[in-house]
Structures are given as C-alpha cells and as structure tokens.
C-alpha cells in the first residue's frame, strides 16, 4: 500500500471514533468522517492536480474534532478564536504523527501541516484552494442547517466573511452550488451589501 493510502485510512480511521452522528442517505456516519469524505470529493472536483500534501491536509482538516468540544472555551468572539487555534495545532499535529508513522519525510510533514494551520492564506494558492474547497463544503453540506439556527442579520456577517476568504475561482464554484432556495436568497442579500 502506498504512502498516501496508508495515511488515508489512518485519517479516517481516527475519524470512525467521532461519537457524533450525521445522517446521510439514511445511513448513520461519524460527523467527522463523513466531513472529510466530502473535503476529498470537492477538492478532487475543485483542484483536480491537487498534489498529496494537500489532498492529505483536505482528509485531515477536521481530524479528531470533537476532542476539543467547543464548550471548553467562553461563548463569545475570543473563545470561538482560541478553540479554533487550538483545534488547528491538534489537526497538525495529529496528522504529523500519522504522516511520520507512515514514512513521509519531513518536508512533506512541514507542507500538510502549513496547510492545515492555514499560513499565508491569500499568498499561498494551495492554503487558499484549502480554504475555498471548506468554504464550498461549508455552503453545500452545512449552511442550510446553520442558518436555520441563526437570525439573518447573523448569517448575513458570517456569509460576507465567507465570501472574503475565497479566491475568485472559488466564488465561482459557490455561485454554481444547487443551494436551497432559502441559502441562495441569503448569499445574494449578503453580496449586494
């Protein structure tokens, strides 16, 4: 089995552990697997000559998430701030040791984990192809339910924040999206602002 392969089914093997389920196609799945499945098919369709440290940084974005629960920082800007550095460096750090465990040398260690901590956003393409490919996940799979739990008002922030992370090509790719009726009316609101 090949590198890659190796560290796939690793990556998704810690992700089995998620205990939080998601239904899909009335099939239960670990949250966390069943995100980075989706992570690998939109950057396969997005950036079809993604190179392996970044199809590896795509499977492992969300590696072990619920290891580090939200409700163990304060509910405001900060809190969400912290917890979000924090799950960035345990994602590094542990794909870094699956990564070493497989065989990868150390240049290929240092790229994955740049990407997953997200450095040079906007600089560097691969970090921001990683960035629009979660962003497209996010509007694809997520935005329907996250919004339903929000006031508009709120949702309207979140989207223009979305919006600014992505390149142009992936402000494409969304705008090509079959979004519900609802998501759509939120991202044309949140654009003309």
Excluded at 73 to 94: F, I, N, Q
Excluded at 120 to 142: G, H
Aim: proline residues 4%; glycine residues 2%; hydrophobic residues 35%.
């Amino acid at each position: 089995m090949k590198l890659f392969q190796k560290a796939i089914a690793k990556i998704d093997l810690i992700n089995t552990e998620d205990p939080n389920q998601e239904i899909q196609a009335d099939e239960n799945f670990p949250k966390e697997l069943l995100y980075s499945q989706r992570m690998s098919d939109k950057l396969e369709s997005f950036f079809p000559d993604a190179p392996d440290y970044l199809k590896i940084a795509a499977r492992a974005q969300h590696i072990g998430r619920w290891r580090i629960p939200r409700s163990e920082y304060p509910m405001d800007r900060v809190g969400y701030l912290k917890w979000r550095e924090e799950l960035k460096k345990m994602h590094a750090s542990l794909t870094a040791d699956i990564l070493n465990e497989v065989g990868y040398d150390e240049y290929f260690i240092g790229k994955v984990s740049h990407l997953i901590r997200k450095k040079q956003l906007k600089t560097d393409e691969e970090t921001q192809a990683l960035e629009d490919v979660i962003c497209l996940v996010f509007l694809e799979f997520y935005f329907d339910d996250f919004a339903s739990k929000h006031e508009d008002d709120k949702i309207i922030d979140i989207l223009q924040k979305t919006w600014s992370k992505m390149s142009e090509k992936g402000k494409n790719a969304a705008l090509k999206l079959n979004l519900s009726p609802q998501s759509t009316k939120l991202i044309q609101e949140a654009l003309s602002n």
